[in-house]
């Protein structure tokens, strides 16, 4: 079956730094698109970064430039580097696996990030 495991969450103070990652199995890493979600208390789930299988990536207008999705096909492993975190970024932070262009989502279990400021 499909799992994909969050980690890397955690507290840290306003200006830092955090790298999550998730691991899948149960699917064709290689040929998935990934992406990272995020929800922050009293607010909808919004999309953070996606990640195709070929490596194009995009992200939400209040990351660019500071967070980095990337893959690793060998590790089935899709990761989210944030940098430069504010206290706007504390969220429980999503793995999402899109199956068959979204006709069913995989989720994470989630991992909580908490920037203090």
């Known amino acids: 079956q499909v799992q994909l495991v969050e980690s890397g969450g955690g507290l840290v103070q306003a200006g830092g730094s955090l790298r999550l990652s998730c691991t899948t199995s149960g699917i064709i890493f290689s040929i998935a698109r990934m992406a990272w979600y995020r929800q922050a208390p009293g607010k909808t789930r919004e999309l953070v970064a996606g990640i195709s299988a070929s490596g194009a990536s995009n992200y939400a207008d209040s990351v660019k430039g500071r967070f980095t999705i990337s893959r690793d096909n060998a590790q089935n492993t899709v990761y989210l580097q944030m940098n430069s975190l504010k206290s706007e970024d504390t969220a429980v932070y999503y793995c999402?696996?899109?199956?068959?262009?979204?006709?069913?989502?995989?989720w994470g279990q989630g991992t909580q990030v908490t920037v203090s400021s």
């Open positions: 999402n696996y899109p199956y068959n262009g979204g006709q069913r989502d995989y």
